[in-house]
């Protein structure tokens, strides 16, 4: 019997996270198998989930993992019930409007914005009493001011190489982003032995960071 279900994140942050869960004494098999969504470390206490990056916090949230590895962004723009317990300090990136020129923001009466978190660019343009004309993308979305789709974007800048080789500018930054430990609400009172020793040496791992 599994003692704890951990969600994490596919992807551009995936060998940093398995990284740290190595780094806390967690056994992982020798070879994972990229296309299997489930693997056990070797004690078969822990049971991970390999989830779309997105996916991470309705797992969480729902029970389905006890906690699991998700970005700040994805926190933000899926405002899941869950508890955030420790700031990874990694995959830091920002999230920032963008455009060819800060011209590009002038027009708040039919500001159009494309994006793939709609929710935190209707947050962020409400505190400035402006309602943007959201375009939702679900990627690439450094092509939509250069083909006129819209104004400027809403996206996530590490680099700035995508960025640059677009032509665009970050015209205003909206929020620092890093990778977040989560938890299940539940989980986290009924699983409280479990969850607090990997928490304790994720907070001493990620302090030198
Ligand atoms: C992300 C983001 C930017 C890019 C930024 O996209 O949406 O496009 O990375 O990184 P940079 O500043 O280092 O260039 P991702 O690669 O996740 O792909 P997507 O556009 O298909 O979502």
Request: charge should be neutral; charged fraction near 30%; aromatic fraction near 6%.
């Given at each position: ?41 070797k ?48 995959g ?14 002038n ?61 665009l ?8 982003i ?11 009172k ?20």
């Amino acid at each position: 019997m599994n003692k704890i279900t951990i969600a994490l994140p596919k992807g551009r942050l995936a060998d940093k996270v398995l990284e740290l869960i190595q780094k806390c004494g967690i056994d992982m098999p020798d070879v994972l198998d990229e296309r299997k969504l489930i693997a056990y470390d070797k004690t078969g206490d822990y049971k991970f989930l390999f989830v779309k990056p997105v996916d991470v916090p309705t797992y969480v949230e729902r029970g389905t993992a006890d906690i699991g590895i998700s970005g700040k962004d994805t926190i933000l723009e899926e405002g899941k019930d869950i508890y955030e317990l420790l700031d990874l300090k990694i995959g830091k990136c920002k999230l920032c409007i963008a455009g060819k020129s800060s011209k590009q923001l002038n027009n708040t009466h039919s500001l159009k914005i494309a994006t793939k978190y709609p929710n935190i660019t209707r947050k962020y343009f409400s505190s400035k009493q402006i309602i943007p004309d959201i375009i939702e993308l679900k990627g690439s979305v450094e092509l939509a001011p250069i083909t006129d789709l819209s104004d400027v974007i809403l996206d996530i800048v590490e680099s700035g190489t995508t960025l640059k080789s677009n032509g665009l500018k970050v015209l205003e930054d909206v929020a620092d982003i890093s990778a977040r430990l989560i938890a299940n609400k539940v989980s986290f009172k009924t699983k409280y032995d479990i969850i607090s020793p990997l928490l304790k040496s994720l907070e001493s791992l990620t302090e030198t960071l």
